[in-house]
């Protein structure tokens, strides 16, 4: 396949290695992403334990991530998040203790910290401009894991800041497309729009229709075993929310109805607070204890 690099700022006949991990709690799927070509990999969507009820943090999906490329002596250059997660918590700022990498999400966080920052009434000390993560990205900006040149695309509508990124023959499309039995993700957030989500699951759809698509999540619809890797021409054709030739108004009038049926997930409330921040916890008081806070009738 030969692919202009007028159109697309990466070599999509190059084949990362890619292994997803599988967090069961909260049906997220973190990736370690390695260049075939040297010892520099990324990791895609890192997840942080969280018992809610006890109000505990562990680090067990966070390990595996980090005993894997220390075991395979790779170097992690970069942590991407697809997006601010409303189902799960972060553990970038973890693995960057023990491995380094640069965290980076797109440049619309700041949109994101502003809607979020006045939701869960945060104070003056809370910075609204990204500066927490270490790089922001724009969309079609490039950036390299070893020998790779990847990319980023603003694939908005589940949230201001969603992007996808594209590594080779590889894209991680974070919460922008399930499975094709699984559809989409909801638009109804704040800052979300089923129209756009609709315009930017297009834009992933006109890449070449050999490329690798991988989920943020699964759940394993009508029991099947869980999944997180298709095709474009996989999710054209029978993508049960967009495939076959879907029109925008049915999309928008079907995402709408469904939406107004969800309940929200079961994390939003730890996860946008503490990856709004690039992940980090709430500053601890001086007897060291930390706090999350639930702002009442507001989401």
Not at 36 to 55: H, L
Not at 96 to 112: A, E, S
Not at 134 to 146: A, E, H, M, V, W
Request: charged share 20%.
């Amino acid at each position: 396949m030969t692919v202009s690099t007028t159109s697309y700022p990466v070599d999509m006949t190059l084949k990362p290695i890619v292994e997803g991990f599988f967090d069961e709690a909260t049906n997220t799927i973190s990736y370690i992403v390695q260049d075939p070509n040297s010892t520099s990999c990324a990791i895609v969507d890192s997840v942080m334990d969280i018992d809610y009820a006890a109000g505990r943090i562990a680090y067990a999906h966070a390990d595996q991530l980090i005993a894997t490329i220390q075991e395979r002596g790779l170097t992690l250059e970069w942590q991407i998040e697809t997006h601010v997660h409303a189902d799960h918590l972060s553990a970038a700022p973890y693995i960057q203790q023990k491995l380094g990498g640069k965290i980076g999400i797109g440049q619309n966080i700041t949109i994101v910290q502003e809607t979020f920052g006045k939701i869960f009434n945060e104070g003056t000390e809370f910075q609204r401009d990204g500066s927490q993560f270490d790089q922001l990205f724009d969309d079609g900006d490039t950036y390299r894991i070893g020998t790779m040149n990847a990319f980023a695309m603003h694939t908005p509508g589940h949230t201001p800041a969603c992007m996808t990124h594209v590594i080779g023959n590889a894209a991680f499309v974070g919460d922008t497309l399930f499975m094709p039995d699984g559809g989409s993700a909801r638009a109804d957030f704040p800052g979300g729009d089923a129209g756009t989500l609709y315009d930017s699951i297009q834009k992933v759809l006109a890449l070449p229709n050999e490329m690798r698509l991988f989920m943020c999540h699964d759940y394993g619809p009508n029991g099947r075993e869980i999944r997180w890797e298709t095709t474009v021409a996989e999710e054209k054709a029978h993508n049960i929310h967009v495939g076959g030739g879907k029109t925008r108004e049915e999309f928008i009038k079907f995402r709408t109805e469904r939406d107004a049926t969800l309940d929200m997930p079961k994390l939003i409330i730890p996860s946008l607070q503490v990856n709004m921040k690039a992940g980090e916890l709430p500053e601890a008081n001086e007897q060291g204890q930390r706090f999350l806070k639930v702002p009442l009738d507001t989401l």
